[in-house]
C-alpha cells in the first residue's frame, strides 16, 4: 500500500506564497495521475489540481493562474505551489491519485490570514 505524506503547509498572509510536497512511498508514482486535494472546514474535499504522468495539467478555475502543479518521478514527489494566496484557500491540502484513491494522509494545514 502507498503511503503519502504531505507538508509544507503554514500560516501566511493574504497575497503570499506556499509550496506543498508530497512523498509517496513506493515505486508506481510515475505511472500514475496524480491530484492535490483540499478540505475547509465544514465543507466537502474538492479537487484542486492534478497531473498526468506525463505532465498534462489541470486546475480548478478557482486556483488557475495562482496555483501550480508539479512532480518529480525520480523523487516520488508531487509539488503545489501556491501563489497570490487568499483567504478562502485556507484548508487542509491532501494529495493522493485521481481516482482509486490510496489511504488518507494527513494532510498539511494551510491558512491564509492577515
Known amino acids: 500500500q502507498v503511503q503519502l505524506v504531505e507538508s509544507g503547509g503554514g500560516l501566511v498572509q493574504p497575497g503570499g506564497s506556499l509550496r506543498l510536497s508530497c512523498a509517496a512511498s513506493?515505486?508506481?508514482?510515475?505511472?500514475?495521475?496524480m491530484a492535490w486535494y483540499r478540505q475547509a472546514p465544514g465543507k466537502q474535499r474538492e479537487l484542486v489540481a492534478d497531473?498526468?504522468?506525463?505532465?498534462?495539467?489541470t486546475y480548478a478555475n478557482s486556483v488557475k493562474g495562482r496555483f501550480t502543479i508539479s512532480r518529480d518521478n525520480v523523487k516520488n514527489t508531487l509539488y503545489l505551489q501556491m501563489n497570490s494566496l487568499k483567504p478562502e484557500d485556507t484548508a487542509v491540502y491532501y494529495c493522493?491519485?485521481?481516482?482509486?484513491?490510496?489511504?488518507w494522509g494527513q494532510g498539511t494545514q494551510v491558512t491564509v490570514s492577515s
Open positions: 513506493g515505486n508506481i508514482f510515475s505511472g500514475l495521475t
Open positions: 497531473i498526468t504522468r506525463g505532465g498534462a495539467t
Open positions: 493522493n491519485r485521481r481516482e482509486y484513491y490510496f489511504t
